[in-house]
């Protein structure tokens, strides 16, 4: 046990969960084995209290850092940003400066609020459009946080957001009044989610949900979702929290080609400084101040200088097509080594975001033990691999010698002793309270 372990077992005794995020616990990458803290990071490079150093070819900060670490040019906007005050009685310019910003790169919207996290940022879209339509009902595809008005799902009997994304999230403390407010379908389910217009007909107020995360929209899905929203006077809220400046510099919608009321931005827009975003047409904007939406810490400035200065560097340096053509090698670098070693794997996601899973009966063994040997050589991975303007040719080029050892050794022990055998215990897939 390293200093970062022994570190994550007494903060499991002062903190809830270990963590704030869950995405973010050892459990769900290497029970007791994963590096829980960090001393530094930049580029793709992390090291950890023991002073390890890994090449992050993993989730690049949840999502968050598409720029790499500890970037120089949003950093010293930041810097500047903190020189200058980050907090005041009055407000901080940088408010308009980002707003026009982000119209500018969304000429659709007329409108915008902001707030910190990807999932302030929906809670809000979701009052938002209830005070629009004074209606309740929100139909959902996605994941959008931990509030009430989504985990309102899961009063439904069984498990309904387990189809969308997590297992066992339990609304406990959500009010039970909150239940039927909140339906849930999943992305290309058009059958399942014109039932939900024809039974809620009248009733609902949004339509919330990522345009896209895992697979590309098949036989016009959004286009369809679009018409009939406009048709039923449904407000159409995109969550661009994870796919936003990944497919272009804005939202991955402007590449599919459909035009919502509201999207939410957050994670990408500012490179790990906390900053989140509501956009949206004036009609259903101006609903904002028919409702208290209020929070002091929005105002501050270092996220807005991130965010300016981050997106000033995707548009001076093309970063969605390095993002599309090192996740492009990403996906021929896994087939061709799942391929030569006789593995079997399915790969998925946009090329920015790509995920991939073992087809076996035990698929979390798999999962388990890939972390395990590539952690061993230098490299914080697991079955999700979000590129990033600072993973270079040679980094993947590297990083796949690594991968083709570590398929070569597990074939090995498949043959041998029908399971790849691991240090530790299994990973969790979805949410477990911890002991």
Not at 261 to 281: E, H
Request: net charge negative; glycine share 8%.
């Amino acid at each position: 046990m390293g200093i970062s372990q022994d570190l994550y077992k007494k903060a499991k005794k002062i903190i809830p969960g270990g963590t704030q995020l869950l995405s973010k616990r050892p459990e769900m990458h290497l029970p007791d084995l994963w590096p829980a803290y960090y001393k530094s990071a930049g580029g793709c490079r992390v090291t950890d209290l023991d002073d390890h150093t890994y090449c992050d070819m993993s989730f690049m900060g949840i999502g968050a850092n598409v720029l790499g670490y500890c970037d120089e040019d949003v950093d010293r906007a930041v810097i500047d940003a903190v020189r200058r005050g980050s907090m005041s009685t009055l407000n901080a310019p940088e408010e308009v400066e980002l707003a026009e910003l982000l119209l500018e790169l969304h000429p659709w919207a007329d409108m915008v609020r902001y707030a910190k996290t990807g999932g302030e940022a929906l809670a809000v879209a979701a009052r938002i459009a209830r005070a629009c339509t004074g209606k309740e009902i929100v139909l959902v595809c996605g994941y959008h946080g931990w509030h009430d008005w989504y985990l309102a799902a899961n009063l439904e009997k069984g498990d309904p957001l387990s189809y969308v994304h997590l297992s066992g999230l339990e609304p406990k403390g959500v009010p039970i009044g909150l239940a039927d407010t909140n339906f849930i379908f999943s992305y290309n389910d058009m059958d399942r989610f014109q039932k939900l217009i024809d039974k809620y007909d009248g009733k609902i107020a949004a339509v919330i949900m990522e345009p896209i995360r895992n697979d590309y929209p098949q036989d016009g899905f959004l286009q369809k979702i679009r018409k009939i929203t406009e048709e039923k006077d449904i407000i159409l809220v995109f969550d661009e929290v994870s796919a936003g400046f990944r497919l272009c510099c804005g939202g991955a919608h402007l590449v599919l080609d459909v035009t919502p009321d509201m999207i939410t931005m957050g994670k990408a827009l500012s490179n790990g400084y906390p900053m989140a975003a509501i956009v949206g047409k004036e009609e259903v904007m101006r609903s904002a101040q028919d409702t208290f939406i209020s929070s002091t810490y929005w105002t501050e400035r270092v996220g807005l200088a991130a965010s300016v200065a981050t997106i000033q560097k995707y548009r001076e340096k093309d970063v969605d097509r390095h993002l599309d053509r090192i996740g492009a090698a990403v996906k021929t670098g896994l087939r061709k080594a799942a391929d030569k070693h006789g593995l079997l794997i399915n790969i998925s996601g946009i090329n920015p975001m790509v995920h991939f899973e073992f087809v076996y009966d035990a698929p979390l063994v798999y999962k388990t033990f890939f972390t395990q040997e590539m952690l061993k050589r230098g490299y914080l991975a697991s079955t999700s691999i979000y590129v990033c303007y600072a993973h270079t040719d040679d980094i993947v080029t590297a990083y796949f010698d690594t991968v083709d050892e570590v398929f070569e050794l597990m074939r090995e022990q498949k043959e041998e002793q029908g399971l790849p055998q691991l240090d530790g215990e299994v990973c969790h897939s979805g949410f477990q309270r911890l002991t």
